[in-house]
């Protein structure tokens, strides 16, 4: 099992940039896929970014081109560099990790993650 405690979130205005960090503790070796979700309250959590063991990522469409998923094995520290933020990426981030090939985004994969973290809130003005 894999204990994930994130930092970095925050409040910033409409175009601005946030760099999320995500400190993995436990069991953490590189096969797992690494991962960050978000959350806004009514609605289902969506994967926003993926990090697989051999550095494949994946993104969904809303975030591609703006944020950036990268890790560093040796820190054991997952990190998400969020650029061009918008109103509508304020959300609770939380870092997931799980020990199946492959790294599922968006909507409907939740439960395909077995280890989170707490949380961490940023919230864009406008």
């Known amino acids: 099992q894999v204990q994930l405690v994130e930092s970095g979130g925050g409040s910033v205005q409409a175009g601005g940039s946030l760099r999320l960090s995500c400190a993995a503790s436990?069991?953490?070796?590189?096969?797992?896929?690494m991962a960050w979700f978000r959350h806004v309250p009514g609605n289902a959590r969506e994967g926003v970014a993926g990090i697989d063991r051999d550095g494949t990522t994946a993104y969904v469409d809303s975030v591609k081109g703006r944020f950036t998923i990268s890790k560093d094995n040796a820190k054991n520290t997952l990190y998400l560099q969020m650029t061009s933020l918008k109103p509508e990426d304020t959300a609770m981030y939380y870092c997931?990790?799980?020990?199946?090939?492959?790294?599922?985004?968006?909507?409907?994969?939740?439960?395909?993650?077995?280890?989170w973290g707490q949380g961490t809130q940023v919230t864009v003005s406008s």
């Open positions: 997931a990790a799980r020990t199946t090939f492959g790294c599922p985004v968006g909507y409907g994969v939740r439960y395909q993650y077995y280890d």
């Open positions: 436990g069991s953490s070796d590189s096969r797992y896929c």
